[in-house]
């Protein structure tokens, strides 16, 4: 208040103009950030992992990298942390780049360092892409349930639906004519006959051509028991059963975890959009004629965008753990390139000889997942409109 | 009540069916045969593959295939591919293995996070609820195999004790009370590993449960009316915040087979989850299909048996 007073002095006193929040949230958000430690300890190490794991792409990857992670050198093998190497054994090429082993090196004398700053790029681009796509799953599928969830679903779209996905069934186990043809088919039959619903369940009809076009399910129901199914299955397991049939490949683990984390987020933007719904600023949009994409894009989803982003970054750390567990049991990305899970998995036969091949990405790991996860929670508090000061 | 049962076993008698369903197609349709697990191998002939294939209904359709699964399933009598044993069998042999597990880990669980929990929101705001806060983080983020190897470090190092399989390989015939300790000692680090997770939740859950609680009117009338602190807390609070705890017993029973996978492997603890685990390496499919099915059965038996405890001990609920 009395900074504006002294800043502008010709400005008309704080009663009589509008009155605006002082500060921008932003700046609000910010100040409430700085006052829990821990969280604020999270999002420094947060920024770190950032910078370490694009130093990690750009420094490791390439014909001639500055750090090589799959340099090998017996004669090297398992040294400590900071010892110097021995320089009239190596070629010029093969000594480290910072002179001396900072985290020692492994079992074929490759340099951990090089190989954590390797995988540190794998553990980023895991957690922020699987999320991703388990958010995007989940915003569309809460949202269509939330908003559209009182629509019923004709027992001929379920059929044409059943159809669809039969034929997505058969495109992936190699029969692509038929599958293209069945797809193809239901797509178009629910895109054809979907406004003229009415008139065909006549009361003219016989019973069971009216069953057949009866409205049958809500499509909420449908979508909150797909989740259902979803959380039948034990997630990790789920993960470890189709990562191993599939072959190994970082892109795949990433579409495995996002596929089968998705179900927390829909049910919060489920029940985010059923509450906004019902709020004013919604039905006035409606009143005012606006469209359903834009009431949903401009007006609900910032709204609801709260929790899924606290959720999306406890998520990422999941994902970080549910990938080093994968390259701990060998099922993660294929053996040259280095993952922190996989760096621990070839250290654990050296486990007493050697810890620092233990330490060394256990700790990073649970430095980064207890970052995210302290951020997350920070991040609660802060979205949180009961702990926002009131001035 | 009882229509609410009815209505919700006919639900997740479609859900299972529902599940069934996509597991057996995840399973049959990723790329990649069973019969060609082992091609280098020189016993594995065309026509041993296509005996292999007949033998297992592998040249039927799908439909088929899942029906004559789930025909054996539920008359008991799928077998394994990898040794023909009976699946039911195998499974009930390792059940018994990862049943310690459960039932350690179970009660670590339960024993220390309410205490904890208890503390904390009592002494809210304090170094120790900031301590437990903390640790709490600290074994929800530690992933479980390098936790593992921390504790094998500490515990071989400085108690000389061994501590991977069920038993010391070659112990022999030892008197019963070597035997018991030698099962403890063994049991104790793969049980304590399963439970830091829940304990670090379940701590938490109780914390916040036990914060709502003590904000009500009735607990402030409690102080108000002069009775001692300790009873405000453990009489008037305390026994209103565990109502929602009773409807955990049932969210428990998932884990029967949920079973740690990489504890289970570091610690070459013969459980249900290393089963699970081989089993996906195999190929088996009859192992994989039917721990999911039983885990599937688990979980909405689960959601079952807490909904019915929850509308019996709080009858503001009706469902």
Redo the contacts between chains.
């Keep these: 208040m009395t900074e504006h007073k002294e800043a502008y002095p010709d400005r008309p006193k704080e009663m009589e103009r509008p009155l605006v929040p002082k500060g921008s949230r932003l700046k609000e958000a910010w100040l409430l950030f700085r006052r829990n430690r ?1 969280a604020f300890v999270g999002l420094v190490i947060f920024c770190l992992f950032f910078l370490l794991a694009f130093a990690g792409r750009i420094l490791t990857y390439g014909t001639k990298p500055v750090f090589n992670p799959a340099q090998v050198r017996l004669q090297e093998k398992l040294r400590p942390p900071l010892s110097l190497p021995k320089l009239e054994t190596l070629r010029t090429d093969e000594v480290p780049r910072l002179g001396r082993y900072l985290f020692g090196t492994d079992h074929l004398g490759r340099d951990v360092l090089a190989r954590m700053m390797q995988g540190a790029w794998v553990s980023l681009t895991v957690g922020f892409v699987s999320v991703g796509i388990a958010v995007v799953i989940g915003i569309v599928l809460g949202g269509v349930a939330g908003y559209f969830g009182q629509h019923l679903v004709r027992v001929d779209q379920i059929l044409c639906g059943l159809l669809v996905l039969l034929g997505l ?1 058969l495109l ?2 190699g029969n692509a004519l038929w599958g293209t043809i069945l797809g193809l088919g239901g797509i178009l039959t629910i895109a054809l006959t979907r406004k003229k619903g009415r008139k065909r369940g006549g009361p003219s009809r016989p019973w069971w051509v009216r069953f057949f076009f009866a409205g049958f399910l809500s499509v909420d129901t449908l979508i909150m ?1 797909l989740v ?2 979803m ?4 997630s ?3 993960i ?3 990562v ?4 190994p490949s970082i892109y795949n683990i990433m579409i495995v975890i996002g596929l089968t984390s998705w179900e927390g987020t829909a049910r919060f933007v489920r029940a985010e959009f059923l509450s906004l719904r019902e709020l004013d600023f919604v039905t006035a949009a409606r009143a005012l004629g606006v469209s359903n994409g834009r009431i949903i894009f401009r007006h609900m989803i910032p709204n609801a965008v709260g929790p899924v982003l606290v959720s999306a970054t406890i998520g990422i ?1 999941t994902a970080i ?1 549910t990938e ?2 994968l390259s ?2 060998g099922l993660g990305v294929p053996p040259p390139d280095a993952t922190w899970g996989n760096i ?2 070839d250290g ?1 036969d050296y ?2 000889d050697a ?1 620092w091949l ?1 330490f060394v ?3 990073a ?2 430095l980064v ?2 970052s995210f ?2 951020f997350g ?1 920070g991040l609660r508090d802060i979205l949180n409109p009961k702990l926002r000061r009131r001035s | 009540m009882l229509s609410f049962i009815g209505r919700s076993v006919v ?1 997740k008698l ?3 069916f ?2 069934s369903i ?2 057996f ?3 049959h ?4 045969k069973p019969s060609q697990v082992d091609p280098l191998n020189p016993k594995f002939t065309p026509e041993m593959v296509e005996r292999f294939r007949k033998e297992f209904h592998l040249d039927r359709p ?1 439909h088929v295939q899942y029906a004559l699964y789930y025909r054996d399933l539920f008359s008991g009598k799928t077998i394994s591919w990898k040794d023909n044993q009976p699946v039911l069998k195998k499974i009930a042999e390792r059940f018994l293995n990862s049943l310690w597990l459960f039932i350690v880990g179970t009660i670590l669980t339960w024993t220390l996070s309410f205490p904890l929990g208890i503390r904390a929101a009592i002494a809210r705001g304090g170094w120790y609820d900031r301590s437990t ?2 640790l709490s ?2 074994l ?7 936790f593992a ?2 504790l ?2 500490v515990v071989v190092n400085s108690l000389h004790v061994p501590v991977i399989g069920m038993n010391t390989f070659g112990i022999g015939d030892p008197p019963w009370y070597r035997a018991l300790m030698d099962r403890v000692w063994h049991l104790l680090l793969p049980s304590v590993l399963g439970a830091t997770g829940g304990i670090a939740i379940l701590s938490r859950y109780v914390r916040s449960q036990m914060l709502e609680v003590e904000g009500q009117d009735y607990v402030r009338t409690a102080r108000a009316k002069g009775v001692p602190e300790e009873q405000v807390h453990y009489k008037h609070a305390l026994r209103n915040a565990l109502l929602p705890f009773v409807t955990m017993f049932g969210l428990v029973l ?1 884990g029967l ?2 079973g740690s ?2 504890i289970e ?1 570091i610690f070459s603890w013969p459980g249900l989850g290393r089963m ?2 081989e089993a ?2 195999a ?1 088996d499919y009859p192992v ?1 299909l039917t ?2 099915f039983i ?2 059965v688990l ?2 038996a689960g959601t079952f048996i807490s909904d019915v405890l929850y509308m019996i001990v709080d009858p503001r609920i009706r469902l």
Excluded at chain 2, 29 to 32: I, S, T
């Design positions: 821990l069934g992936g186990a028991r259902d199914i959380l039948c299955f034990p990790f397991f789920l470890l059963t189709v191993a049939l599939l072959p750390a753990l080093a567990g701990f049991l621990l998995a654990k486990i007493f810890p233990t990405p256990g700790v790991i649970l997942v207890l996860n302290l929670e | 639900q479609v859900t299972l529902f599940v996509v597991s197609l995840v399973i349709l990723a790329p990649g799908l806060t903390f983080y600290f929800i983020s530690i992933p479980g195999f390098f190897y921390l094998i470090i998932p087979i949920g996978v990489i492997s699970a685990y996906i390496l190929r994989i721990i999911n885990s599937a979980v909405l």
